[in-house]
């Protein structure tokens, strides 16, 4: 009788091992999931074109919905929204680097290609926007404003960037 009980105990403490570490191990799976998105594109359509101004003739204006004008074409998802920021002031210079501060207009946009029908923006550094449900298309138009005071006569250029992104990413 006592060697059938140390055979017995003998037996637990070899298994007692195994039999413990089958009751602590476990395992689970999780998925892997992704949506690919189509890239932005920004595109320039035109530039801002003052055209011709005199000195000391006040504030020269071209406003975001007059055909002189700059625009970009924003192209992504279908249906996405998407955050526009635009700038708050450009610098404009001339070659010898007289300056003149370029003052933006709010700027508008559309689904479609068509000024006459663009919403507003809430702000003149922009906001967000929906792409076209169909084929992912935004126009953005915008204008602005400078002061004629004091300016010496020359070509002035500035830069005015576009950056957008998809909302919440």
């Known amino acids: 009788m006592i060697k059938k009980q ?14 413990l570490l089958a009751q602590t191990a476990s395992s689970d ?15 320039k359509t035109s530039n801002l074109d003052f055209g011709t101004v005199t000195i000391n003739t006040g504030t020269a204006t071209v406003n975001s919905t007059d055909s002189k004008a700059g625009g970009f074409d924003i192209s992504g998802s279908a249906g996405a929204t998407v955050d526009i920021t635009l700038p708050e002031k450009v610098v404009l210079s ?14 508008i946009y559309n689904q479609q290609n068509n000024q006459s029908t663009a919403n507003t923006f ?7 926007a929906q792409l076209n449900t169909t084929n992912g298309e935004l126009y953005i138009w ?14 002035y250029a500035g830069v005015y960037t576009a950056k957008v992104e998809y909302a919440n990413s």
């Not at 799976?29 to 595109?43: C, E, F, L, M, N």
């Not at 001339?94 to 700027?107: E, I, K, L, N, Y």
């Not at 404003?145 to 004091?150: A, I, L």
Request: hydrophobic letters at 35%; proline letters at 6%.
């Open 94 to 107: 001339d070659q010898s680097g007289h300056t003149v501060s370029f003052t933006p207009a709010t700027p």
């Open 142 to 155: 915008f204008g602005g404003s400078f002061d004629t005071s004091g300016l010496n006569p020359g070509s």
């Open 122 to 128: 809430s702000s003149t550094n922009g906001g967000s």
């Open 29 to 43: 799976q999780a998925s892997i999931s992704v949506t690919i998105s189509k890239g932005i594109t920004v595109s």
């Open 6 to 19: 140390r055979i017995i105990i003998f037996i637990w403490f070899i298994l007692s091992p195994v039999l």
